[in-house]
């Protein structure tokens, strides 16, 4: 158990509707990070934020948006969903998020599926 | 980000030492070198990371050659709950992502 959680574990929904992933940080933790799994582009980052402030930005869609509140707990929302957003969505924490890449704790993931 | 080139895969039979290649040749001064290891679909788990020097902790080791070019993480004595997939990553310094390749599909055999 990493001590990252992550609701709910999975979700179906269909085309065009939108949906709201929420991740815990391990406790002490100020970043935290979203990824995407899907088969064929393996894990991607998507965003991170550190202490409720955007940190960096992967390869995120304009669709789709987080952010972390006053308690650090982040949500991850997703809109206009379509097909090819299947995927697992994993949340992962890490002490710090500054100068230098601490080791991240991962979640056990949100598995969407859009049908 | 650091490029980083592993194996697709690697059979290591239980209880002996599984040793995991990586290499990462355009590595740079201030990136550290990362593994985590991804058992069927659950969250990456960390499992060690170094910049220069060979480390050790309760889960592995890491070797890194002299050059940073390359590096080789060591399970001393591997179960068949090590059987997972295993990513090395070059990052840190200025950059705060982790970037996943394919990394290599380990398999413990009885």
């Known amino acids: 158990d990493s001590g990252v959680t992550q609701t709910p574990k999975h979700l179906i929904t269909a085309t065009g509707q939108r949906v709201t992933l929420r991740c815990s940080p391990r406790?002490?933790?100020?970043?935290v990070y979203w990824y995407q799994q899907s088969l064929d582009q393996g894990l991607q980052f998507l965003i991170q934020y550190y202490n409720g402030e955007e940190r960096a930005k992967g390869n995120i869609l304009e669709r789709f948006s987080a952010q972390q509140f006053p308690d650090l707990h982040s949500e991850l929302n997703l809109s206009s969903l379509e097909l090819g957003d299947s995927a697992l969505y994993f949340c992962?924490?890490?002490?710090?998020?500054?100068?230098?890449?601490?080791?991240?704790?991962f979640g056990p993931g949100t598995r969407l599926t859009v049908t | 980000d650091a490029k980083t080139t592993q194996p697709p895969s690697m059979d290591c039979a239980e209880g002996r030492a599984a040793n995991l290649p990586c290499n990462h040749s355009t590595i740079s001064g201030n990136e550290y070198v990362y593994w985590y290891r991804q058992i069927h679909s659950q969250g990456p788990q960390y499992i060690i990371h170094g910049l220069k020097n060979n480390e050790t902790n309760e889960m592995a080791s890491l070797i890194i050659t002299e050059d940073r070019k390359s590096s080789t993480l060591i399970l001393p004595h591997a179960t068949l709950r090590d059987t997972a997939v295993y990513y090395c990553?070059?990052?840190?310094?200025?950059?705060?992502?982790?970037?996943f390749g394919k990394g290599t599909l380990l398999t413990v055999n009885p």
């Open positions: 406790s002490g933790d100020l970043s």
């Open positions: 992962a924490s890490s002490v710090e998020g500054g100068m230098y890449t601490y080791e991240q704790y």
């Open positions: 990553i070059g990052g840190g310094g200025s950059n705060y992502k982790l970037t």
